[in-house]
Nanobody, 127 residues
């Protein structure tokens, strides 16, 4: 069955960098759409980045554009989220998720059509 496992979270100071990993199993990344989402303290969930693994096309939320980079390693079946210049408002639980392979990536950021979620990894940005 489809499984996603995130790792790489932690406690860092403002301005630091982290790289999150999402290892996928039960399917291949040859033709998939994977997204990274964040849930800050509170009920709101925010879509951060999506990638189409077939051609590497990407989409980003305005809040992370220029600071975060989503990438994939199809051999390792892993999706990464490189996060630079972290801010306290980046604090939250980070999740990767699968989306329908036909989806427009900007629509995918809304998170309404997620098929599977990982359990998440916590990122805390604080002095």
């Amino acid at each position: 069955q489809v499984q996603l496992v995130e790792s790489g979270g932690g406690l860092v100071q403002p301005g630091a960098s982290l790289r999150l990993s999402c290892v996928a199993s039960g399917f291949t990344l040859d033709d998939a759409v994977i997204g990274w989402f964040r849930r800050a303290p509170g009920p709101e969930r925010e879509g951060l980045a999506c990638i189409a693994t077939s051609d590497g096309s990407t989409a980003y939320a305005d809040s992370v554009k220029g600071r975060f980079t989503i990438s994939r390693d199809n051999v390792k079946n892993t999706i990464y989220l490189q996060m630079n210049s972290l801010k306290p408002e980046d604090t939250g639980a980070y999740y990767c998720a699968t989306l329908p392979p036909w989806i427009d990536l900007h629509i995918g950021l809304k998170g309404d059509l997620v098929d599977h979620w990982g359990p998440g990894t916590q990122v805390t940005v604080s002095v």
